[in-house]
């Protein structure tokens, strides 16, 4: 009996020092709760969902307060911890195309095709008056520039089956040459395949005084189509029977250089002659090149590349591969261009050299040219860009020399002449002869005086000189 009463009374005093234990840690915050505030660590850490939150028990309420500045997440598990740590590895960039690396090379801007009559000096000009139905941006591809009266229409499409690729071309067509003029582009897109439709941009230039009787609207140009059973005017052409003939009338040769230079929508240009056809796909092939932009492209200094120029004999096909076009020059069916007319004009930097390269993949450097030495009076056909000098519209083809006084302001800005390796021109089959012409070379001496005393002069103030350049 004594010892069950025993039993009962340490049993009730266990239990009193429990509770009193447990009041005690309440009331004093116990060792516990102390060493977490010491430690830095709130109570509220185990709830990041709340700020302040009570805790409430049989007793007083205890505050417990968060830190507001940086919720802290529960220990995450180690390997999802190191995949939230470790970054992703970012997908490789695509490949930049030909386009692309070319339009960040060049930082060209795309020109639209609108059509205007606006006055050019002493010239009425059409732009775009028939436009072509291809737009191109300007990083597309290169635009052969080049000029004309309807007689050498012929050409267009044999040019245009070799280059495909868009051809800006100004005709002169003063008085009466302007309805055969625009007949013969009808013909030219309605009845030779759809290339001249597709890809050609017609512009019309005449004399102020030598305005045709009438000029229909751009858009009202061609309101029926062209009936193809009829000889087109360029096909029996008589250069006696033309306006221009009639009238004595010179031909502006650097007025339609320029228009169809500048309405060019590439950023890179061929400015050329109806007559030269070029090598095929110079056009991609060059582009190319340019988007490698190594070696002699990163001088800092302007440039242009020169294109070789050949003819062949009359009964000859125009070479397509600078291999057949060194088996005509090797068996004499072909020369380089103007040998027997005016060598000194076409007489290029490293001419044997590169006719004795065999032909290979692509386009490259050949070599890198000036104007001045032996090839002070080089008249150079290139690849260039709007940024080129333009030729002076005061010359005319009659009176010769009408690109020196580019060349001129070619030296003194001292461009580089970098010279393609497998890309060519060829001339419409028929080697050139000279012919005297009494009349041509009294219009050349006029030509020359102009230079001399007026345009040369003008050329220096403007450009500057440099030593070893000269009209």
Not at 79 to 96: A, H, R
């Amino acid at each position: 009996m004594y010892n069950n009463r025993k039993t009962f009374i340490i049993k009730i005093l266990i239990i009193l020092c429990v509770i009193y234990l447990a009041v005690h840690v309440i009331y004093s915050g116990g060792p516990v709760i102390r060493e977490l505030q010491q430690s830095g660590r709130s109570l509220a850490s185990l709830d990041n969902n709340i700020e302040t939150a009570p805790l409430v028990q049989d007793g007083p309420v205890i505050q417990v307060t968060t830190n507001t500045t940086k919720q802290q997440s529960p220990p995450a598990d180690p390997v999802e911890e190191e995949k939230i740590i470790q970054p992703s590895t970012p997908s490789p960039k695509p490949e930049k195309t030909v386009f692309e690396k070319v339009k960040e090379i060049t930082q060209c801007l795309d020109k639209p095709i609108v059509p205007k009559t606006q006055q050019r000096g002493d010239y009425w000009v059409l732009y775009n008056y028939v436009r072509a139905e291809r737009t191109f941006k300007c990083e597309e591809t290169i635009t052969y520039t080049t000029h004309a009266d309807y007689s050498f229409l012929d050409n267009l499409v044999p040019l245009l089956e070799k280059w495909r690729a868009p051809i800006s071309i100004a005709l002169h067509a003063p008085g009466t040459d302007f309805a055969s003029t625009v007949e013969s582009v009808a013909h030219l897109r309605d009845c030779t395949g759809g290339l001249v439709r597709e890809l050609v941009t017609f512009h019309i230039y005449f004399s102020t005084k030598h305005v045709p009787k009438e000029v229909p609207k751009h858009s009202n140009v061609f309101e029926e189509p062209y009936n193809c059973s009829l000889t087109p005017p360029y096909l029996n052409a008589s250069s006696d029977q033309m306006y221009k003939a009639q009238k004595k009338l010179l031909y502006p040769v650097n007025v339609g250089r320029n228009v169809a230079r500048e309405m060019a929508q590439t950023y890179y240009i061929l400015p050329s002659d109806i007559e030269l056809y070029p090598s095929p796909n110079i056009s991609s092939k060059f582009l190319d090149l340019i988007a490698k932009n190594t070696g002699p492209l990163l001088s800092k200094n302007p440039k242009v590349f020169p294109l070789h120029i050949f003819e062949v004999s009359a009964n000859s096909q125009v070479p397509e591969t600078k291999t057949a076009l060194k088996e005509l020059l090797t068996n004499g069916t072909a020369l380089p261009f103007h040998k027997k007319l005016c060598p000194g004009c076409h007489n290029i930097p490293k001419a044997k050299e590169w006719q004795l390269a065999p032909e290979s993949e692509g386009l490259h450097i050949f070599h890198v040219g000036k104007r001045n030495g032996r090839f002070i009076h080089w008249e150079p056909i290139f690849i260039g860009t709007h940024n080129d000098p333009l030729y002076d519209e005061r010359l005319s083809w009659e009176g010769k020399s009408d690109k020196m006084t580019q060349g001129y302001a070619l030296c003194v800005l001292n461009y580089d002449f970098l010279i393609l390796d497998n890309a060519f021109l060829v001339h419409k089959p028929g080697i050139k002869m000279y012919k005297k012409d009494a009349k041509r070379a009294m219009l050349a001496g006029k030509t020359n005086q102009l230079i001399k005393k007026i345009i040369f002069p003008e050329l220096k103030v403007l450009y500057g000189v440099r030593k070893g350049c000269a009209v």
